[in-house]
């Protein structure tokens, strides 16, 4: 099985501990492989973030299927260009917040999120009500750490722990999300600090469950349906390059 | 009162019409812009192509600003961009679809769409999602005709005419609201015709609702809540131009 | 376009006001005119106030389309009698609850109201569920201050200053609404002093909204649909006069 | 324990009948008494008729608090000044739709509406949203027979077993309430006749739900919550008496 | 009318005070019988408690059948076997929950449950989601006391009143329903006290409200739907005895 | 891995077939354990049936974590005892339905279930809405064939192909999941047949679906909320044995 990972930004800060991640996510019998944007912005934090990135990683979506790739991850808890790039390809795309969810909906009757900065919160409740689980999710809260400053790892574990705290007592969340796909690798220990914190509850790495869902789909061969993602009409299209 | 009107498409076909209507939609007292897309699709009827309209419809929003403008209307059923360019600018910016089911929420109480391609139910299932109206839409139909031609206005109006009529007659519809905004100039007559046949129902033409919609902003000294719709964190994009 | 302004109640303390807040509501286009009831309560605070006020309004609402008026507003935010009273006439009605959500509904993600007293939170919530926007509004609030004290400006804008505040940062309210049509001209100032305290979110007054509804449907040509409010069955009725 | 029973209408066709019926309903060791209303409509088909028919039924409720009756029933289906009534006093007060849907809720997972006139169908999706239950009922149906035509029993009864074999056939309905307390003494010949023709299904009766929760209410020693249906503030009354 | 009433654990320590109780919630013209389980939990705390006591649940209410009664009520909060039983019997069976929260729909708007302990509050939000109310609970909070250790009434009368009036002050509770039917019994008191606190509430007891609706469905000659609950289709069974 | 798959009936008739298909399921890197129950039904048809196959289940989780396993499957879609499977212990527990939903939520919007008989309709009802994706399933259809008939699979492939063609035709789905865990190896062909057909929809198999996410949670290191399912507290239980 061979994994394309699309990293929707054309910083290339998270690069390595990605490659390095990946290789925990897909396991031994899976190869995968990490490619940045070349157009878009360095990191994605708002819906203007998300529309200039798009454009290039359907471009490399579409490649991945030429290439013989099996599935593609979007490597961001947005989901962004998830949509049309299932309309584009006839293999599994995946962002981190579908997969994300997915995995915690067996895990737990209430969800939180954890995200990045309050710019995001109203894109995260928007796909949130399109996938139609609104009475599942309790609460979105953020550490207010911008994304490519997510490499502060003690100080952003510290902030996860606070608001998982906040979300378990106060918004009565048993079930943790982390959303930003730039969280990796914080979800063991995190799980950890809450259980000697008296909470015994599960949290879900969205780049993780984005690796299992996408294999999961090819391992049990199937892909999107084509009655809700339908091929876009053939037309002309004027691009800048 | 000054508005821009961003067609979202390569193509001009529609131009002339546009601005024959227009004149009828923002009235005497009011002065209007029509301005196509440079880069782009020839039309919108996927994610796919919205996703390509976006950046360029950013682009001519943000103009718009710097220009002086009052309000801005991207001229599509799909409000492609609409949250992204409220992320950008101060002034009111409204797509097709919300301010024709803001219109149609007070006439009726199940409203129908009648829109042009199955490609396209997906989509608007979702911005229904998102506007949070599910209880109030019992229906979305399609007359099967692509946006680039609906020019064949005979054609158009007796296929809006039978599709109306079975979401009446069939899905307990009581408000009919047109799917796309090429659909321009229909309302009037469809409604006379669903009238003839016995039912007395509005007909709202997303057009003039999202022309009635940003006057009703400009006039009321409104714009849309920065709490939902942040200032993007600054940062660096890189461009194919 | 002629409108006709119903103040569903006998007391007259706020009719000064209305007509200089409406001539800046409709315009200088537009004519309108005020009246009182002759009979129900002297203010609508409860909803036995709202069935004692209704017989009266719609006596009025039927006049006013015999004499030729294209629109009629109810100016009370419950809606009293609006329902029935599309019921009887041709002519666009509206009250302050339906357009004033109609228009929030395109300012942000979360919406709040700000009512006068405890009284009417429950009638609020009917009407949230009868709209269907359940998922849009996030709080109900209460300055706990009389219909007919509403005229004390100072301490109602203190007061909706205080609850506004407390809505946006305990209910994550982005859109404030004004629940009640007698706190005209408050909303640009308390959309000053909201964002001068770091929120810059849109303020909604429910007469302007009720005003430029009304007018959207008579410039669109547009009436509710006969299918939702159909026509009355022709009886026999007994009255008190 | 003692029942008033309010006839929301001026025509008395009913009386006899409803005198016969309630002796049925609330059993021998219960009193109850009917009385119509002095000034209204002959019958309740629209909202106009149910606003014209409010005043008077408040009245009556309050007098029958004040002559020590120990609970009301506005014997209607549309629960016509349910609400205000409740604001007014102390004793239960119940509608005729509220009660059998809460009889129905028992009773199995789809409930479906059997009603007189498409001109209710909107007021009944208003109370279905009011209450909350919106999941649990499946179709609204009418039977196209005038209230005060329900007299022709044969004809009644076989419009309400064909629209109730629509509703269990085509909208999976599996309880049927019926939809006017007009339809009195039909409930168990037609669940009779729904049994013979292989569907085993309840049929609920709203007047007799109505006298069954009033007395539950009255025999558990509780009254609706004060902090739902507040007293309503005091203050001036203009009347046509 | 004959009611059997299932004390669905092995404990009988609730025995001579649910006899004392069900005197006064069945009153001097009905009879009932009680009966512990002779297999399954000594109290119902947990979804795996629940288990284990349904079968025998099951057996106890087929005999009910065969004995003559006219209903059963199965006394517990969490309605275990409800379901089953209602496949298997053509008599109406009721447990604590769905009957209280029915009693509960018609008393105000927003419903509080308080329930004993931590443990069972997700098995509550899942009845609530089967019920199809999910708009009108607004809360469920715990005294947290074990079932058998409910015998201390005035702990269990204080943490009633403390936690009713948490939920009145903070969840905006309007109606307290007591989620356990091992709180026999206290319902006037706590409403007594919540009225000298300035909360004039119903407090619903779940076994009073049992026998209630139970009562209700003998006398209407109703039961549940057997398109809803369908006989189970027959085969072969193996068991410990 | 080591997956112990509880085949939660007494029959036996399905077991080679398991285990062949299981194989496929759990891939060459994991080992597997079938296991029938002792105690129980034949099969899984109604809620009662579930009432009795659960306290057998409920040891045989029990033991599988003694015995070591990583996780556990209740090979039946109806999920029965997995709530108190999981109070139990502390390995990932999975049924049919919820992994099915979980599977089928990232592959289209609209969802539609096939399952045997109409038994069992009100109790995936009541999965679906305990799950929280009621606007996520548009449809189920059955193919009232009872489980132990299964082996007939031209048959069952036939009815499967018919039901699912109404689906996708009448009711808008654009995912199949099969509805029973005893429809083994079907949706391959049927996901061709389909296609052929004209509808390229992905069909998703239960226990495919059941071994992937007990996979999941095991390889991500994670296991359900004990907030949500919590240990249940020690007390006397008596049985049969």
């Known amino acids: 099985m061979k ?17 390095e991640e990946f290789k925990h996510y897909v396991g031994p019998h899976d190869s995968f492989d990490v490619e940045n944007l070349d157009y878009g912005p360095a990191s994605i934090e708002s819906e203007f973030d998300e529309a200039m990135a798009i454009p ?18 979007i490597d961001c808890f947005g989901d962004p260009g998830v949509n049309a790039a299932r309309e584009l390809v006839d293999i599994p795309v995946c962002g981190g917040f579908e ?10 009757k209430n969800i939180g999120i954890v995200t990045v900065l309050p710019n995001v919160v109203s894109m995260l409740q928007d796909l949130i009500s399109k996938m139609g689980i609104e009475k599942r999710v309790k609460s979105i809260r953020y550490v207010n ?15 996860l722990f606070n608001q998982s705290l906040e979300a378990i007592k ?15 690798g914080m979800a063991h220990n995190l799980m950890k600090r809450l259980k000697e914190a008296g909470y015994d509850v599960p949290v879900v790495d969205p780049a993780f469950a984005a690796a299992m869902m996408v294999k999961n789909y090819v391992y049990m061969g199937l892909k999107h349906s084509r009655l809700t993602y339908m091929t876009p009409p053939v037309k002309p299209y004027k691009w800048w390059e």
């Open 56 to 73: 290039d990683i359907l471009n490399k979506v579409k490649k991945a299927q030429e290439d013989g790739f099996d599935g593609v991850i």
């Open 3 to 19: 994994i394309k990972v699309i990293m929707p930004i054309t910083s290339d800060v998270f690069n390595e501990e990605i490659r």
């Open 145 to 159: 750490i911008p994304v490519l400053d997510l490499g502060d790892k003690k100080k952003l574990e510290d902030a």
């Open 170 to 184: 106060n918004d009565h969340v048993q079930v943790v999300v982390l959303g930003c796909t730039g969280m990796m």
């Open 99 to 108: 997969p994300a969810m997915q995995i915690a909906l067996g895990l737990g």
